[in-house]
């Protein structure tokens, strides 16, 4: 069956929640640093196609709490540490979607589709 | 409004794509290289949760016209040189899609939504 | 032969030139977004032990010269569109590093290496 | 000071590393896929100039361990999971490199320099 508009919007989140996620994690990621590489990383999300607003908060007290258990002062992003939305519109429908962690892995989720 | 099963199936298959795309964009291939990579995609994205299949070839032809223009015998992987498909499954959802170039842009899209 | 000081600030140097373009190549960016990912690449490289300082200029002059070849207004970031240092400190010894475009591919130098 | 041929073949030494980790690190990987996976990388970066050969064993027990402690049967190649050695040649100087696990980190490691 041809996909419908809103079963293509569900798609196009999901491509910009799958970019996001591999082409950021393994970053070199401090608390000092996160700020500026989350501010990255909504706008680099931002141009792709349909997307309209990517929110990133990067858990600076998750880093520390990672980091006080080491040697070094910084580690690589990864789901842990990162708090994502995304919001998608394609012809008239609007998706949100959320990266939680869920039994310690990052889980890309729809949270609703209107329109 | 709450996401249907097959909206779910949709995401699930955006993000596979993301995942895809952005995880390997950038590797070094050669015509030589070339499959050993596309079956360490394939292999890769299957992890994925509700990925039943997915078919990755490196068109080595292109590839091979990209390096005939320099003088290295490498390139970096991108989109002008994949066709990806991937199959998801979603609460007894199939979703297909598919990698094209459309005007020099790998175009990323659903082919069709059954169940 | 064991490595010299010398010597492994110059392994230093390079991991972290090898680091930065396999993380951030194939990154979404459009001339509005160069900027925040010039600065976010800059903070998480020198992040990495041994590197005192990273400049990273986009070339956003090159990049509106791409777009205006295709439909879209982003691509995906790759040598062409950067212009990278990397100062390295190990030991006492200083390595100077730079990446230039040289027939069309990124070529990743050493400068100089002094102390 | 102008570097030297052995200085330089360092450089590119780690330059590959450096490649390899940020291209790879986040890989969906599994016991299955592992095999493809490391196959992959070994020609991937063997494209790089001056490199001579790459060995990447990935550390299925390893693997197996991390996957045991929670629901899902894949996870993120990390340096946790990689065993890597690269040889790079250059103007007459072989350098062996290294990845090794240290107090938890992927240190790179010069092996020797030798010619």
Do not use: W
Not at 37 to 61: D, F, G, K, M, S
């Amino acid at each position: 069956m041809d996909p419908s508009d809103a079963q293509t919007a569900c798609f196009e989140a999901g491509i910009k929640f799958g970019s996001l996620y591999h082409q950021f994690a393994g970053t070199p990621v401090s608390p000092d640093s996160a700020d500026s590489l989350a501010r990255a990383i909504e706008e680099a999300i931002e141009n792709q196609p349909h997307c309209e607003a990517v929110t990133v908060e990067i858990l600076t007290e998750e880093l520390e709490r990672a980091l006080a258990d080491g040697p070094a002062d910084y580690t690589e992003l990864t789901g842990r540490f990162l708090d994502v939305e995304i919001l998608v519109e394609y012809e008239g429908h609007t998706v949100r979607t959320r990266m939680e962690m869920e039994d310690g892995y990052p889980l890309m989720r729809l949270v609703d589709v209107d329109g």
